[in-house]
């Protein structure tokens, strides 16, 4: 059985195109090591926010929305800073089970 010569130019155009635009790995790793870095310490600090006193103007809904948006606020500049070391072992974690998954 002959392949033609333009299904194997196709295939490698096609596997050129993914390198091109797929994201690599380690990026991908990074990324989602910042966001569970994010996620966990936003938790964190909603959390440290419930024991801070509202005072006589302080309740309702809005507050509860507004402190939700400073705890991401606050977890998203821990994040950019990187002194917590959450998303650096995350990472690292990420790497070595892929490295173990390849064999």
Do not use: C
């Amino acid at each position: 059985m002959d392949i033609p010569a333009s299904n194997f130019t196709a295939l490698a155009e096609g596997q050129a195109y993914l390198n091109r635009t797929s994201p690599n790995p380690s990026d991908l790793a990074k990324t989602a090591a910042k966001e569970f870095e994010a996620v966990f310490l936003t938790q964190v600090m909603e959390e440290m926010l419930k024991t801070v006193p509202l005072g006589d103007m302080g309740g309702g809904f809005a507050e509860e929305t507004w402190r939700s948006f400073l705890a991401r606020a606050y977890a998203d500049q821990l994040v950019e800073q990187g002194t917590t070391g959450i998303a650096a072992s995350v990472e690292n974690s990420i790497s070595a089970y892929r490295a173990a998954m390849r064999g």
